[in-house]
């Protein structure tokens, strides 16, 4: 049976959730909705934003929609977690099919994290007032319906006018997180090193 290095999986990702949560604390309690500041000239910023859970600064729409989009994603996890755990237990993946999946859980738990706790824990955030961490009246929301925090800004270059359909935007628009980047990139190796992570005769019920 292959062995796994179970412990540096799990280190790994303790320590991107674990500087996930620090930059998005820092922002949330040192920036005010919508304020940047310039890291690399022109090409790479910190901008503050606030999205509804979904990656990149979308937005999934509020009250039961939010609710749904978090519940949703809990159990996506629940899934993923018990998949990766069953895929090791029978021996079929590597260390790289692991940590693909190790990678988009990694994402997922960064985000959900600020969709479960962070309404509870901070004040609102507007243009006018940077947030208050555990203020004395309370959160600006519920447990569920929190919002995440965005901040990775990279206007790189502006797309020429005479492009179709993006021609005057800047290049890669979005503004993203550290989780964010955790299930992209995890989600671009997973259809890379698809046969490592599906195989074909894995057995998902447990058999006592």
């Known amino acids: 049976s292959t062995l796994f290095p179970y412990t540096t999986l799990f280190r790994s990702a303790s320590l991107f959730i674990i500087l996930d949560q620090i930059l998005k604390i820092w922002v949330k309690t040192h920036m005010a909705l919508g304020e940047h500041i310039a890291v690399l000239g022109n090409w790479f910023y910190l901008y503050f934003i606030e999205n509804e859970g979904m990656a990149f600064g979308l937005s999934f729409g509020q009250n039961i929609g939010k609710l749904l989009l978090t519940v949703g994603r809990i159990l996506i996890v629940g899934f993923l977690i018990y998949?990766?755990?069953?895929?090791?237990?029978?021996?079929?993946t590597d260390w790289i099919?692991?940590?693909?999946l190790s990678l988009i859980i990694t994402g997922a738990v960064?985000?959900?994290i600020d969709s479960l706790f962070y309404g509870l824990m901070f004040s609102e955030s507007t243009p006018?007032?940077?947030?208050?961490?555990?203020?004395?009246?309370?959160?600006?929301?519920?447990?569920?319906?929190?919002?995440v925090v965005d901040m990775f800004y990279f206007p790189l270059f502006v797309i020429p006018e005479w492009f179709p359909l993006w021609g005057g935007d800047y290049f890669f628009p979005a503004i993203f997180n550290l989780a964010d980047s955790c299930v992209t990139v995890g989600i671009v190796l997973a259809l890379i090193f698809y046969k490592?992570?599906?195989?074909e005769n894995l057995e998902l019920k447990t058999k006592d």
């Open 128 to 147: 006018l007032a940077v947030a208050t961490l555990f203020p004395e009246g309370g959160g600006y929301a519920p447990m569920l319906f929190g919002k």
């Open 83 to 92: 998949y990766l755990i069953r895929l090791i237990k029978k021996d079929k």
């Open 196 to 199: 490592r992570i599906f195989p």
């Open 110 to 112: 960064g985000n959900i």
């Open 97 to 100: 099919g692991a940590s693909v």
